[in-house]
């Protein structure tokens, strides 16, 4: 990424007083550029979407399972979302779906073995693509990028959870 003026600088004023919004575009740059290319090779060389990587990454975390209330929560998506994501791989044979134990209302997803060794697959080579799109930064670079995030995260939730208060 260069640092040049952005085309919205003309809008937000001077860029050394607005470097917050700067961060921000950078930020959502760099999260577009690494999805468009994790969303191409997922597609290219597996066939599969990257929506159906995540549920199945979080039913992966959740060997026991998860409502799907459960997983748009994780996802951040919503159910009618999950729904269509989850009777695909229904179909597919990579989860299976069924009644709650203790809710008659909800049904429990979880991996199916040929949906585990599928994700297995996956998720080494998205691994690995990861690995490589970030070989431009150092150990030490990832880690201090890593932890300045974990802290926008938090101060994130603090935000939103004072707006809400």
Known sequence: MNDSPSILD???GDPEQRDSVRLWLRLLACTRTIEKQ??????DRYDITL???DIMAALDRHP?????GQLSQALLVSNGNVTGVVQALVRDG??????SPTDGRSSIV???????QCFDGLAEAHQDWIDAMLGGL??????????????????????IGKEEA
């Open 110 to 116: 979880r991996l199916t073995e040929q949906g585990r």
């Open 138 to 159: 150092e150990r030490d670079q990832q880690g201090a990028l890593l932890e300045l995030l974990g802290t926008l995260k938090d101060s994130l939730a603090a935000q």
């Open 64 to 68: 026991e399972g998860m409502t799907m």
């Open 38 to 43: 994790v969303r191409r090779r997922f597609a």
């Open 10 to 12: 003309h809008r937000i």
């Open 94 to 99: 990579y989860v299976g779906v069924a009644p």
């Open 51 to 53: 929506p159906r990587f």
